[in-house]
């Protein structure tokens, strides 16, 4: 979790080895990311995944309600292995 604790949190990096999946852990996981007492409170928790759209909606994430003002630097190959 990257966070000002204030009023913004990204969570980032988030992955279950291919061995451990299915077993829940990525449910459990934020889980506890979401019931920490010092993640509460944010204006905005933010993510980014590729295909896990279905999981993290069901802990209330959406598309961007506003991509009109929402920005970003995107760099695919920042660590010279493209996506």
Do not use: C
Not at 22 to 48: C, D, V, Y
Not at 61 to 82: A, H
Request: glycine letters at 10%.
């Amino acid at each position: 979790m990257v966070t000002d604790f204030a009023t913004y949190g990204y969570i980032a990096d988030v992955f279950v080895l291919p061995e451990w999946r299915g077993r829940g852990l990525s449910k459990r996981l934020m889980e506890a990311i979401l019931a920490h007492p010092g993640l509460q409170g944010f204006r905005r928790l933010t993510l980014a995944t590729r295909d896990a759209q279905g999981l993290y909606a069901r802990f209330g994430f959406t598309t961007s309600l506003r991509p009109d003002w929402q920005m970003e630097r995107f760099n695919p190959n920042v660590y010279g292995d493209p996506l």
